[in-house]
């Protein structure tokens, strides 16, 4: 395994005389710091160094230092990785407006030809007027006809406390994603849970809804607003959770609509299942459906609620549960699809819910590049572990045709697992006359061999035992699935 340096908010190290010796205070701001305020103003609105090195008109290099030398002085690492992009901290996200404000009305002051005072023309960094501003003050040149000013939109956005109402509350955090000139900023893991919060228990708008999922989705979803959004879910669970002495392991089935290869994973969680792992599967109503085929075929019970799933478990370690019934909210924002025409952050945290709250999830991604996704969120969350198959989207199967690279994912960081293929092929179509819950009944009473489907079968059952057990190599956790299927009932 190689473990990765994910670790996230932390900037690379900086020289010793780097590091401020104290903070300055108002009096003693030097043109220098004035410097590293304008130089923040543009890594923010860019969202990369080379960007901010071309607004500057300046080398990357020299870009960096200042990057480094902001870093030092907040004590911050005032942009974050995430993903393919870079997205500002939780304090740059504080800084943001005002320090835009700040970069705006230095610009206005050096093209305006007879500024006004400053009694009569207030920064956006300074108490606003009592009284309304009068309707002759000349529009600002780089603002349309109606738009708000930065002290209109700092009075919105900063200006909505945990004591305003939540609609009110929801329409800051839309307008934070708004942006403006340059990339749009993400919530915090804190704003989006407050946002998620308001639409998970019915206290937002319809059309606040489709923008907070749309501005999201449109700019990236990045791992605060999942984990924002996973932990307002998580907060609706009803009952206690599983309570048994065995290690559980939650396994999403949220597969695409335009996925033709069946879902065969479904025979190795029932092989480990038998072996005494409890399994919880869940996904949307499968009836009628190729998932409810097999899961038919493979007597797996379909349950409606935590109490019906916990029963099952009990009796015979699985249970596949029916998302809509024990998490609604999250269902209708997935319905959404219909009407958005794209997958939201909603299809994403599913996958994450844990129903049961076993703790630790095995899953595909639903996207390029989920896998860093999950891991930010999980970091965010400081909650539960994840085995993502990032060589298989949104469901947990096995590609022994071809190599697989494995993301276990926990709030520590990530580590990967690259495993080779044990197939020379891709696996063929089925003989003539069977569909796959025919298939997979025959397979799994022995009244057929199909070598390349086992191997679908096996080799997801030890994805399930490596989650359990990741100080195992993979090729152990074949060797032990192969054993359950070469004993099964």
Known sequence: MTRLDRSLGQGAPQPAEQAPKSRPDSAAV????????????????????????????????????????????????????EGRRMVPSPLAATLRRRVAALSREARLL???????????????????????????RV????????????????????????????????????????????PSPSLSASQARDAFDIVLQGEADAVQIGALLAGIQQRGIAGPELAGLVAAARALRPGPGWQGNAPGLDWPVYPSPRQRRPAWFLAGAKLLADAGTP????????QPGPVATLLN????????????????????????????????????????????????????????????????????????????????ALTHLKDGHLLSVLSQRDVAQATPHRWMTLALSGPDGETLTHVPPS????????????????????LWQGRERDPAITAIIRDSAALGLLALRPDQPFATHQATAARHWDDRA
Do not use: K, W
Request: one cysteine or more; a negative charge; glycine letters at 10%.
């Open 30 to 81: 030097t043109l220098s710091q004035l410097r590293l305020l304008v130089a923040l103003d543009a890594l923010l609105r860019a969202g990369s160094v080379s960007g901010a090195a071309a607004e500057l008109e300046m080398s990357v290099p020299a870009a960096s230092r200042l990057l480094a030398q902001l870093r030092a002085h907040y004590d911050d690492p005032i942009l974050i990785r």
């Open 110 to 136: 050096l093209s305006a030809q007879d500024a006004a005072p400053l009694a009569e023309a207030p920064s956006a960094l300074l108490p606003f007027p009592e009284a309304p501003r009068l309707p002759l």
């Open 139 to 182: 529009s600002d040149p780089e603002r349309a006809e109606g738009e708000p000013g930065a002290d209109a939109l700092l009075l919105r956005l900063d200006g909505a406390g945990d004591s305003d109402r939540p609609r009110h509350r929801l329409a800051a955090h839309i307008a934070r994603l708004s942006g403006g000139a340059g």
């Open 279 to 286: 399994i919880l599967l869940h996904g949307f109503t499968p």
């Open 297 to 376: 075929a493979l007597q797996i019970p379909q349950v409606e609620s935590l109490p019906e799933a916990l029963a099952a478990l009990n009796r015979g370690r699985i249970a596949y549960l029916r998302i809509e019934a024990v998490a609604p909210q999250m269902a209708a924002l997935c319905s959404l699809y219909a009407v958005l025409g794209m997958r939201t952050v909603a299809q994403v945290g599913l996958r994450l819910l844990d129903p049961l709250r076993f703790g630790l999830t095995l899953g595909g991604v639903p996207f390029s590049g989920g896998g860093g996704l999950m891991t930010s």
């Open 423 to 442: 197939l020379t092929s891709a696996p063929e179509g089925l003989p003539p006359g069977y569909g796959p819950d025919a298939m997979l009944s025959a």
